[in-house]
Antibody, heavy 120, light 108 residues
Framework: EVQLVESGGDLVHPGGSLRLSCAAS????????MNWVRQAPGKGLEWVAT????????YYVDSVKGRFTISRDNAKNSLYLQMNSLRAEDTAVYYC?????????????WGQGTLVIVSS | EIVLTQSPATLSLSPGEGATLSCRAS??????LAWYQQKPGQAPRLLIY???NRATGIPARFSGSGSGTDFTLTISSLEPEDFAVYYC??????????FGQGTRLEIK
């Protein structure tokens, strides 16, 4: 079964840091562009970041540039999101998702999500 | 940034009826549009990619159409499990990848 499993979500104070992980099973990430998408409570979907299959290119939504870093370890079949200088508006469920067809960015499958709460 | 506007915000229908959901782009995106379904407490699921291609395992009652700026997701005969929120997403001009705000399909 193809599965993505996120972890690392937590309650963190404004200005704090958190590292999210996404582990894949049943699929090999090294052949795929990978992504993070988030959803604030009761809100819609927001694309956060995308990384090329070999990690050479990375793309971010403007609101997280300079604060978040997407990375991957293909040997561990894993994806990461390092989040620094967290703000209340970063509170959301964070999903990792595969783009199955190179740089043709659509998302399939998705993980179950991990909740990040930024609050004092 | 390409803005996607979905309509209606909420659609109230009964099982067995047909549903038509719309997504309009602020500029032409060719056929580079995907549709997702999200049920409460679950991750989104890809339904349609590149405007009209059904994803693996998606029932034939789901179909997508359109190109340029106007797109439609059609559900031919609603099943109880189809009541959910639906999002469109464009990949024509990125970054950023953008989503519509969603259409809630509810039971009448």
């Amino acid at each position: 079964e193809v599965q993505l499993v996120e972890s690392g979500g937590d309650l963190v104070h404004p200005g704090g840091s958190l590292r999210l992980s996404c582990a894949a099973s049943g699929l090999t990430l090294r052949n795929c562009w990978m992504n993070w998408v988030r959803q604030a409570p009761g809100k819609g979907l927001e694309w956060v970041a995308t990384i090329h299959q070999d990690g050479s290119d990375k793309y971010y939504v403007d609101s997280v540039k300079g604060r978040f870093t997407i990375s991957r370890d293909n040997a561990k079949n894993s994806l990461y999101l390092q989040m620094n200088s967290l703000r209340a508006e970063d509170t959301a469920v964070y999903y990792c998702a595969r783009s199955p067809n190179g740089a043709n960015i659509w998302f399939d499958p998705w993980g179950q999500g991990t909740l990040v709460i930024v609050s004092s | 940034e390409i803005v996607l506007t979905q309509s209606p915000a909420t659609l109230s229908l009964s099982p067995g009826e047909g549903a038509t959901l719309s997504c309009r782009a602020s500029q032409s995106i060719s056929s580079y549009l995907a549709w997702y379904q999200q049920k409460p407490g679950q991750a989104p699921r890809l339904l349609i990619y590149d405007a009209s291609n059904r994803a693996t395992g998606i029932p034939a009652r789901f179909s997508g159409s359109g190109s340029g700026t106007d797109f439609t997701l059609t559900i031919s005969s609603l099943e109880p499990e189809d009541f959910a929120v639906y999002y469109c997403q464009q990949r024509s001009s990125w970054p950023p990848i953008t989503f519509g705000q969603g259409t809630r399909l509810e039971i009448k």
